[in-house]
């Protein structure tokens, strides 16, 4: 693991209390629920879930692809042995997205739900799922709130992800077109963040 990156330990220490914490499963889960039209998630697809957690979200998930796979990582060994421990039907793996590799041509969907903002290199994370996902694959950016609302709610935490961001408008056409991914939705509401992205056509 990187040893380096404060915000392991950050998140090692929240992992106990962390399905505790709001928003709940129920919460993400329904919130999941209602925006199933935009997720598009189908029988027989292998997913990726990066920032998993405590595995809020990996039963869901891989009950929307079964008998396709969900992998489910994370680069805060807490975090991982506690999704482990609930038994869903999903590899558990520990993974550094910045760092490690994530192999090539896998992955039919790669979501990101609540996570994106705390990678601590964007650019380096973007190149390693479009190098993962398959060529017709998709990587989604998920929150149930908006750029603005995280990005303040950031900015207000004490510890190392106090400067992590989700960017925002069109900081994401650089940063997407860097790593060979186009956007092909983009909503930024109150309530949800969705962003989706392909490989760029040539
Ligand atoms: C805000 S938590 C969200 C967890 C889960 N998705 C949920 O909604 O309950 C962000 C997660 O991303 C993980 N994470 C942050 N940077 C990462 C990286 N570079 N590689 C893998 N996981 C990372 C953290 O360890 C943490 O568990």
Known sequence: ???EDPR???????????????PSEATMTARLSERADLLALRSGQVLLEVGCGTGKTTAWLAARVAPGRVTAIDFAPEMIT?????GVDADFVCRDV??????????????????FPHFRDQPAAL??????????GRL??????????LNHFHATLNGPVNVDRLPVGDQW??????????????????????????????
């Not at 998140?11 to 962390?18: G, H």
């Not at 590799?101 to 990101?112: A, E, F, P, T």
């Not at 190149?127 to 017709?136: C, N």
Request: charged fraction near 25%; hydrophobic fraction near 45%; proline fraction near 2%.
């Open 1 to 3: 693991m990187n040893s």
């Open 8 to 22: 392991i330990a950050y998140f090692d220490s929240l992992a106990a209390t962390w399905d505790g914490q709001e």
């Open 82 to 86: 506690r999704a482990r421990a609930k």
């Open 98 to 115: 910045c760092r490690d590799d994530l192999g090539s041509g896998l992955y039919d969907v790669i979501l990101c739900f609540h996570s």
């Open 127 to 136: 190149r390693r799922f479009a190098e993962a996902l398959k060529p017709d």
């Open 140 to 149: 989604i950016v998920m929150h149930i709130f908006s750029s603005a609302h």
């Open 173 to 202: 056409r650089p940063l997407l077109a860097g790593a060979g991914l186009e956007r092909t939705t983009h909503i930024d509401s109150q309530t949800l963040f969705f962003l989706d992205a392909v490989r760029a056509r040539r």
